[in-house]
């Protein structure tokens, strides 16, 4: 069975520094074409996709937030963590982790998702 | 990179065909075969419905149906169940390495 499975603070301040973390079992991330994403949702509002590494290191940011992401993988631990820095009341949304299978380009498997609140 | 556009809502009665549209540009929709669909039911996960534009995932009705033409990807959902009531987004990769979603269109069903 495929899953993943976000977390992270569910509060924190503007213009502190978020970091989650998405553990993931039953694929692995040194599997050629793999890769594992994030993706947000503000409460109401459409999906925004944030990032995604692959299994060859091989790193995507969104381009409107390319400079506060950073996206690392520990392959022995099946995890992947995302850090975006210099956080603001509007980064509130539920992120989610989802797998990126091998020869397609969609997300295939998600997590339930995080939520987190940015507030003072 | 500008969200795919959506139209906000779509609705059918049960057993009708309805079509979601997702226009995007040469640099994301119109230029590559990589346009997947979501379906998102309320605070829920999305599920994939359908990648490379017309490829159903393992499990998913054959009711869910995807084409392209030019910038303009579509889903059709045939024979409209309550079941289908949800939100849905599309999805393409893009020029540069990326991907981006489309604005969103929920599915009411009459």
């Known amino acids: 069975q495929i899953t993943l499975k976000e977390s992270g603070p569910t509060l924190v301040k503007p213009t502190q520094t978020l970091t989650l973390t998405c553990t993931f079992s039953?694929?692995?991330?040194?599997?050629?074409?793999?890769?594992v994403g994030w993706i947000r949702q503000p409460p109401g509002k459409a999906l925004e996709w944030l990032a995604i590494?692959?299994?060859?290191?091989?790193?995507r940011h969104s381009p409107s937030l390319k400079s506060r992401l950073t996206i690392t993988k520990d392959t022995s631990r099946n995890q992947v963590v995302l850090t975006m820095t210099n956080m603001d009341p509007v980064d509130t949304a539920t992120y989610y982790c989802a797998r990126r299978f091998g020869g397609i380009d969609a997300f295939d498997i998600w997590g339930q998702g995080t939520m987190l609140t940015v507030s003072s | 990179q500008s969200a795919l556009t959506q139209p906000a809502s779509v609705s059918g009665s049960p057993g009708q065909s309805i079509t979601i549209s997702c226009t995007g540009t040469s640099s994301d929709v119109g230029g590559y075969n990589y346009v997947s669909w979501y379906q998102q039911h309320p605070d829920k996960a999305p599920k994939l419905m359908i990648y490379d534009v017309s490829n159903r995932p393992s499990g998913v009705s054959n009711r869910f149906s995807g084409s392209k033409s030019g910038n303009t990807a579509s889903l059709t959902i045939s024979g409209l169940q309550a079941e289908d009531e949800a939100d849905y987004y599309c999805?393409?990769?893009?020029?540069?390495?990326?991907?981006?979603f489309g604005t969103g269109t929920k599915v009411t069903v009459l």
């Open positions: 999805s393409s990769y893009t020029s540069i390495s990326s991907y981006v």
């Open positions: 039953g694929f692995s991330l040194s599997t050629s074409g793999v890769g």
């Open positions: 590494i692959y299994w060859d290191d091989d790193k």
